[in-house]
C-alpha cells in the first residue's frame, strides 16, 4: 500500500496593518520626483529641512487644545510600557505641533524657515505622506507670500497646473462674531459647521441683519476675480465691521500674487479650520483636485512663537498623478563572458556609476546598449550599434549619446 503524503498548505499571505500602504518601484519614481522638486523649491526661498519623531507624546497634541476631540478620536494611541509604569504615546497625526516642539527644543533661532517630508496617521485615512513647511515667526502678507510662493514653485516644475484660491481666517471669525449667538452649544455647532462648509454655513444666522446677509451673499456668489474684495469691503464696513481689516490683507496678498503672473480665485467657501487658521489662507487646485493648503496660523503651547504661517502638499495625491508620467531609468547590463571576466565588470560598472551613468552585471531591464567584458575587452552591442572593441572613454560617450 502506497503512503499518500499531503503537501502542506500554502501560508496565507500575512496582510498589510490596517491603513498602511506599500510603495513600490513605479509609485516611488513618482515620489522622490514630488519630493525632489519640493525640496529644490523650499531650498531655493532657504528653508532647511526638520524631521520628527514617528512617535510623539500624546499630551503634545492634547496641551492647550492643540487637537480637537474629534481629531483626537482619528489617532492612533497606545500606551508605551516599560513593566512598572508607562506614558500614552501616540503615531504623529500633525507635522505642524511636532515640528514647532522641536525647534523649541532644538533652540533653533526665529525666525525659522523649516521644511519636512513626513507621514501622518490619522484614522481610517491611514498613513499619508506630506511635503511641508513652517515658517515660524514669518511677518505678515511677505510671508504669506513667500510660503504661498513655495508651493506655487514646486508645482510649475512638476508641470501641474494650479489655482490658489485664497480666503481669510478673519472673516469667518467675524461672521460668526457677527451672529450673536449666546447659546454655547450653538455656537460651537455653528463653529463646527463653518469648519466644514466655509462661510455659506453662517448664512442662516443672518435673516435679521440685511447689510450682513447682502455680504455673506456677495461673498458666496462672487466671482472670484480680484474686484470681488473691493465690493466686499465696502458691504462689510456697514454690515461685517470687523470683516474690513481681515479683507485688506487678502487684498493685499492676492494682489501682490495676480501681478506676479499667478492664477488666483477669491473664495470664501473654504471649508479649511479658522479656529486654527489666523489670516490668509490658500488651497492649491488643479481643477475638481485639491494638492494642498496653507495659510497664517498661531502655534499652542507656552515659548511658541506668535506668529507662522505653514503649508502642506498632499504628495500621495500628487505622485499618484504622475505615476504615469515617471518612467523607470534605463540601466546598462554588464556582461561578463567569463568567470574571470567578472573582476573587469565590476570595474566598468564603478567606472560608469562615477560618470552617473546607471549599470548592473546581467539583465537590468530596458536599455538601447549592452556591454560584455571578455578576452577582447569591452565590446558595445545594440539596435543601432554593430558589435565593437571600446576603450572607456568610448563606451562612456557611446552610452551618452543613446540615453
Not at 73 to 82: I, K, N, P, R, V
Not at 189 to 196: H, Q, W
Not at 227 to 256: F, H, K, Q, Y
Request: aromatic share 6%; with cysteine.
Amino acid at each position: 500500500m502506497t503512503e499518500t503524503i499531503n503537501a502542506p498548505a500554502a501560508a496565507a499571505p500575512v496582510p498589510r496593518a490596517r491603513g498602511m500602504r506599500d510603495l513600490v518601484p513605479d509609485q516611488m519614481r513618482a515620489f522622490r520626483r514630488v519630493e525632489d522638486a519640493f525640496r529644490e523649491a523650499a531650498q531655493n526661498w532657504g528653508y532647511e529641512e526638520i524631521r520628527t519623531p514617528t512617535v510623539e507624546s500624546y499630551s503634545l497634541f492634547t496641551a492647550a487644545g492643540a487637537l480637537s476631540p474629534e481629531m483626537l478620536a482619528g489617532a492612533y494611541t497606545f500606551l508605551d510600557w516599560d513593566g512598572w509604569s508607562g506614558e500614552r504615546v501616540m503615531l504623529r497625526y500633525d507635522s505642524t505641533i511636532p515640528v514647532v516642539r522641536a525647534a523649541l527644543d532644538g533652540g533653533i533661532e526665529l525666525p525659522a524657515r523649516l521644511l519636512y517630508v513626513q507621514s501622518v496617521f490619522r484614522g481610517a485615512e491611514g498613513e499619508e505622506w506630506q511635503c511641508g513647511l513652517e515658517y515660524l515667526g514669518a511677518p505678515a502678507v511677505v510671508g504669506d507670500l513667500e510660503v504661498a510662493a513655495v508651493a506655487a514653485n514646486t508645482l510649475d516644475s512638476l508641470a501641474v497646473p494650479v489655482e490658489l484660491h485664497l480666503s481669510h481666517a478673519g472673516v469667518a471669525r467675524a461672521a460668526i462674531e457677527a451672529a450673536g449667538l449666546t447659546d454655547l452649544l450653538a455656537r460651537r455647532a455653528l463653529l463646527d459647521e463653518v469648519a466644514g462648509n466655509g462661510l455659506a454655513a453662517v448664512r442662516g444666522a443672518f435673516a435679521e441683519q440685511p447689510q450682513a446677509l447682502a455680504f455673506v451673499d456677495t461673498a458666496l456668489a462672487g466671482s472670484g476675480e480680484l474686484a470681488l474684495v473691493d465690493n466686499l469691503i465696502a458691504l462689510a464696513r456697514t454690515g461685517l465691521p470687523a470683516a474690513v481689516a481681515p479683507l485688506g490683507e487678502l487684498r493685499e496678498v492676492a494682489a501682490a500674487l495676480s501681478e506676479g503672473g499667478r492664477t488666483i480665485a477669491i473664495d470664501l467657501t473654504l471649508p479649511l479650520d479658522f479656529e486654527y487658521y489666523s489670516g490668509v489662507t490658500w488651497e492649491l487646485r488643479g481643477g475638481d483636485l485639491s494638492w494642498g493648503r496653507g495659510g497664517r496660523y498661531e502655534p499652542v503651547g507656552p515659548g511658541t512663537p506668535t506668529t507662522a504661517c505653514g503649508l502642506a502638499l498632499d504628495l500621495d495625491g500628487l505622485a499618484a498623478h504622475l505615476r504615469g508620467t515617471s518612467p523607470r531609468r534605463a540601466v546598462v547590463p554588464i556582461i561578463a563572458e567569463r568567470e574571470s571576466d567578472l573582476a573587469a565588470a565590476l570595474d566598468l560598472a564603478r567606472s560608469l556609476h562615477r560618470h552617473g551613468i546607471p549599470a548592473a552585471l546581467g539583465d537590468a531591464g530596458a536599455s538601447p546598449i549592452t556591454l560584455s567584458v571578455g578576452a577582447n575587452g569591452i565590446t558595445a552591442s545594440g539596435p543601432d550599434i554593430s558589435r565593437e572593441r571600446a576603450t572607456l572613454d568610448e563606451v562612456v560617450q557611446l552610452v551618452l549619446q543613446h540615453k
